[in-house]
């Protein structure tokens, strides 16, 4: 099977993105993973398909795969990747559409500096539904990883879910230690991304992402938008914030409880090419 794909990133946290609508596309994990590796294949933290609606009144039904094989619900670098890949190909002359994904719908715009504004939704922070198993609704909860070690964390859903935890110092935070740990934390019976931010006033922050199913990337964009959520509910940060990741910055605006995240930064194409699957 041989396949056209774009190589795009935003931020550093890079996919390579397919045209589902003009070409027959049916991956499986094993090939997902051959795309993703590194020195054998393409090379990406996610690979993204573009494919048709499966449902009225949206424009492109969007499909993310972690480098692992595993697809997930949600990825807001890849969402902003999306739409400059579909205005690109001349897959669409709209700035603005809306997007289905397996948590939901999105709606992602195309600026006229060439930035990308995604609606990302209402976040969802009741623990059943994040998943997070807790018996409280504190917006800070306690989380036990071994060893005497405890951290102190807000978990919330931005399609997938996120466990924030505030440190000193994002530089010499434990990423690579306690990122493992957390993503499959049993009290996270779908896994979950591991967020460490550092406040450096109320409009901006530093953050570092430890990813479900693909590790440490340079940027994650929902990671980012559960980020500033956190910062908010712990009345630490006010919107709109600017957040720093090791592969850019990213613009993120909350109103409060009730209201869509609204997540702004660039897309990136990289270069075209295509692959052999066997």
């Known amino acids: 099977m041989r396949l056209r794909f774009t190589k795009m990133h935003g931020l550093g946290n890079d996919f390579v993105v397919i045209d589902?609508?003009?070409?027959?596309?049916?991956?499986?994990?094993?090939?997902?993973?051959?795309?993703?590796d590194r020195h054998f294949g393409i090379g990406c933290d996610q690979l993204l398909v573009v494919e048709p609606p499966t449902q009225a009144g949206v424009d492109f039904r969007y499909r993310i795969f972690n480098s692992d094989g595993g697809e997930v619900e949600q990825?807001?670098?890849?969402?902003?990747?999306?739409?400059?890949?579909?205005?690109?190909?001349?897959?669409?002359?709209?700035?603005?559409?809306r997007v289905e994904t397996r948590s939901g719908i999105i709606a992602p715009r195309l600026e006229a500096d060439?930035?990308?504004?995604?609606?990302?939704?209402v976040p969802v922070l009741e623990p059943a539904r994040v998943p997070f198993v807790?018996?409280?609704?504190?917006?800070?909860q306690p989380l036990e990883l071994g060893d005497g070690v405890r951290v102190a964390i807000t978990a919330v859903s931005m399609g997938n879910p996120h466990a924030v935890q505030v440190v000193a110092d994002v530089d010499t935070a434990p990423v690579a230690q306690q990122g493992p740990l957390i993503e499959r934390h049993p009290r996270f019976p779908a896994r979950v991304n591991a967020g460490?931010?550092?406040?450096?006033?109320?409009?901006r922050i530093r953050?570092?992402?430890?990813?479900?199913?693909?590790?440490?990337?340079?940027?994650?964009?929902?990671g980012a938008c559960?980020?500033?959520?956190?910062?908010?509910?712990?009345?630490?940060?006010?919107?709109?914030?600017?957040?720093?990741?090791?592969?850019?910055?990213?613009?993120?605006?909350?109103?409060?409880?009730?209201?869509?995240?609204?997540?702004?930064?660039?897309?990136?194409?990289?270069?075209?090419?295509?692959?052999?699957?066997?």
């Open 20 to 36: 589902g609508v003009h070409q027959h596309v049916a991956l499986v994990p094993p090939q997902v993973r051959a795309i993703a």
């Open 75 to 97: 990825c807001g670098n890849g969402a902003r990747c999306f739409v400059r890949f579909v205005h690109d190909k001349g897959l669409t002359g709209k700035r603005e559409i």
């Open 114 to 121: 060439g930035q990308v504004t995604v609606d990302m939704g």
């Open 134 to 140: 807790s018996d409280s609704d504190a917006v800070v």
């Open 196 to 203: 460490f931010m550092q406040v450096l006033d109320p409009q």
């Open 207 to 222: 953050l570092r992402v430890f990813e479900r199913g693909a590790g440490e990337t340079l940027a994650c964009g929902t």
């Open 226 to 278: 559960a980020a500033v959520v956190a910062g908010i509910l712990r009345e630490l940060l006010v919107s709109p914030v600017r957040v720093a990741t090791r592969g850019g910055e990213l613009e993120i605006a909350w109103a409060g409880p009730g209201t869509p995240v609204l997540m702004t930064g660039p897309a990136v194409t990289v270069f075209d090419g295509e692959i052999e699957l066997d």
